[in-house]
T-cell receptor, first 114, second 116 residues
Framework: GDSVTQMEGPVTLSEEAFLTINCTYT??????LFWYVQYPGEGLQLLLK?????DKGSNKGFEATYRKETTSFHLEKGSVQVSDSAVYFC?????????????FGQGTTLQVKP | EAEVAQSPRYKITEKSQAVAFWCDPI?????LYWYRQILGQGPELLVQ????????DSQLPKDRFSAERLKGVDSTLKIQPAELGDSAMYLC??????????????FGPGTRLTVL
């Protein structure tokens, strides 16, 4: 079945450092791919998405490119801030799913220190 | 900005008791989802509604969990009886229409359940 694998955390960075969180997926066809962010004690917020190969999603300085050849959707940010500290989830919605179900990775905790 | 509402935010109960969670989706959203998020893991779908109809409840433990969306608007998820392993965050999400590539799911703040 479809699945998502994220790099294990926590990832600890200093403010203004470059961020990469790896995400790879297994799915048939061309799923839609998402990054969600969860701040402590809150629900998930959509950060960005891409719906076809080579699409680049971007929002609030974060970017991710849908790479079909490597089945990846890595999250990047050029300069992180303390306020970016949160848990980041990579997710997919499979083409074989007519129900819209999202399949999530296990999450990666980001800690940014001043 | 419209939001998905959930209540209560926190619930502590003893095992074998009944608990219920409520969700009010964004107005106009036909599709409603309940996910369960165990600490340290990603959310997993429990049940999906399209209007008032269930379209996917394959992962819902039907011996103890039930969900309804009687008028196709708000929804209730119930656990009876609660077990220790049910301790988790229960997230509600809604979307305009399911299945389209541009469709986005919007999540509520969740209900944190602790079973003692």
């Amino acid at each position: 079945g479809d699945s998502v694998t994220q790099m294990e955390g926590p990832v600890t960075l200093s403010e203004e450092a470059f961020l990469t969180i790896n995400c790879t997926y297994t799915a048939t066809g061309y799923p839609s791919l998402f990054w969600y962010v969860q701040y402590p004690g809150e629900g998930l917020q959509l950060l960005l998405k891409a719906t076809k190969a080579d699409d680049k999603g971007s929002n609030k300085g974060f970017e991710a490119t849908y790479r079909k050849e490597t089945t990846s959707f890595h999250l990047e940010k050029g300069s992180v801030q303390v306020s970016d500290s949160a848990v980041y989830f990579c997710a997919l919605r499979g083409v074989s799913s007519n129900t819209g179900k999202l399949i999530f990775g296990q999450g990666t905790t980001l800690q940014v220190k001043p | 900005e419209a939001e998905v509402a959930q209540s209560p935010r926190y619930k502590i109960t003893e095992k074998s008791q009944a608990v219920a969670f409520w969700c009010d989706p964004i107005s106009g959203h036909a599709t409603l989802y309940w996910y369960r998020q165990i600490l340290g893991q990603g959310p997993e779908l429990l049940v999906q509604f399209q209007d008032e109809s269930v379209v996917d409840d394959s992962q819902l433990p039907k011996d103890r969990f039930s969900a309804e969306r009687l008028k196709g608007v708000d929804s209730t998820l119930k656990i009876q009886p609660a077990e220790l392993g049910d301790s988790a965050m229960y997230l509600c999400a809604s979307s305009f229409v399911a299945g389209f590539s541009t469709d986005t799911q919007y999540f509520g703040p969740g209900t944190r359940l602790t079973v003692l």
